[in-house]
């Protein structure tokens, strides 16, 4: 059984930080795809970053250069480090995962989903 959590979400001043954190019930490593994905009220879900077996990530063009995602070495959980928050950044984070190893880039590559962080960013 298959199971995402995620936790690290808040409130917080434009330009602050918080770091996300994603635990699975199995690894995905080396097996298939992770992503972060975010939805603001009355907006479509987006994708944030994803991040393929070999750890290569690909971001959105609005969080490049601000956010990181990783992987940790030892155990099944992903985590999304945002710095320079911006009160467009504000949204339900979502972790998402696959067991498909390519063209994991939109959401219905995704079977796999977490039940959401909250973040909100103040100006």
């Known amino acids: 059984q298959v199971y995402l959590v995620e936790s690290g979400g808040g409130s917080v001043q434009a330009g602050g930080s918080l770091r996300l954190s994603c635990e699975a019930s199995v690894y995905f490593d080396s097996r298939g795809c992770m992503a972060w994905f975010r939805q603001a009220p009355g907006k479509p879900r987006e994708r944030v970053v994803t991040?393929?077996?070999?750890?290569?990530?690909t971001y959105a063009n609005s969080v490049k250069d601000r956010f990181t995602i990783s992987r940790d070495n030892d155990k099944p959980t992903l985590y999304l480090e945002m710095n320079n928050l911006k009160p467009e950044d504000s949204a339900m984070y979502y972790c998402?995962?696959?067991?498909?190893?390519?063209?994991?880039?939109?959401?219905?590559?995704?079977?796999?989903w977490g039940q959401g962080t909250q973040v909100a960013v103040s100006s």
């Open positions: 998402a995962a696959t067991f498909r190893s390519v063209g994991c880039l939109d959401r219905d590559d995704y079977k796999y």
């Open positions: 991040i393929d077996p070999y750890g290569t990530p």
